[in-house]
């Protein structure tokens, strides 16, 4: 990996670090979907993580699909705060929002927005026990709601897709197009839940291309300047590209040399300083 390219790649992680710093703050279904990004690769978000425990205004605004979906995500990774008493209270708003239209005309609802009905779905997993009756809703809008998304809108339709696979329903495969015509969060969403999901049991043309995914994320953010304007896609974005920096490095060091103890702490330095932030 030559230097222009490292510091391409130190630049470009750079860049997305301090836009995910300026744009997330907590209780929000991005912030927490970010989190939840991160976790699911076993790495640190590139900023202080600090989700707080809801204020009494925020508590009753959990009816609320973002307010709901943002704790969702917090219960479902274990945040100490969320006890007995804040499931319950969290069962109780997801419950009210049963009793809204999924579907409207005008698409604005929770369904509709990725990051929302997947911390939704996450916390509904995790609170199964405590509302069965709403997890079931949830359920059959996940198999009602495939044909209101487009198979060829990548980044809904595989949040969707995830979300249906927390709660044992698989949709039909996403119609993936050439590489070239991606946007770079659409390929690092594929390569992410790849990653981590086995949700491509279904799409096995999906599955098997991560590797390509992976390439042409690299070979994109080598050449041209990212300008991703969401958090939630700015996430994906920075996690998928820094996992494959990590990996390629470490995949060359494995092939060229036989690693003991003090070449595999070379191999984390070489990783750190491409990642270094300029």
Request: charged residues 30%; glycine residues 4%.
């Amino acid at each position: 990996m030559s230097d222009p390219i490292a510091k391409s790649f130190g630049y470009q992680l750079d860049e997305l670090a301090m836009y995910l710093k300026d744009n997330l703050r907590w209780p929000s279904p991005d912030y927490g979907f970010t989190l939840h990004v991160f976790s699911c690769l076993g790495e640190e978000p590139p900023f202080e993580a600090e989700v707080a425990a809801l204020s009494s205004e925020d508590l009753e605004r959990l009816e609320e699909a973002p307010v709901l979906a943002a704790v969702g995500y917090a219960i479902s990774l274990g945040q100490k705060w969320c006890d007995n008493n804040l499931k319950m209270k969290w069962c109780e708003g997801f419950d009210r929002l049963t009793s809204r239209d999924p579907f409207p005309s005008d698409r604005f609802s929770f369904f509709f927005r990725p990051a929302e009905l997947l911390g939704v779905s996450l916390g509904a997993v995790a609170c199964l026990d405590s509302c069965e009756k709403s997890v079931k809703w949830l359920r059959d809008i996940l198999i009602k709601g495939e044909d209101y998304i487009d198979r060829r809108d990548i980044w809904p339709y595989m949040l969707g897709a995830y979300a249906a696979s927390l709660l044992g329903h698989s949709w039909r495969p996403v119609i993936v197009p050439r590489i070239e015509e991606m946007a770079v969060e659409e390929t690092a969403v594929l390569s992410w839940v790849c990653t981590f999901r086995k949700l491509f049991d279904d799409m096995p043309d999906v599955k098997t291309r991560k590797d390509e995914y992976d390439k042409a994320l690299l070979l994109r953010c080598g050449e041209t300047v990212l300008n991703i304007k969401d958090p939630c896609r700015a996430a994906v974005a920075y996690a998928t590209l820094r996992s494959n920096v990590n990996e390629y490095v470490e995949s060359r060091y494995e092939r060229y040399w036989q690693i003991n103890k003090a070449e595999k702490d070379a191999v984390a330095l070489v990783t750190s300083a491409l990642l270094l932030i300029q």
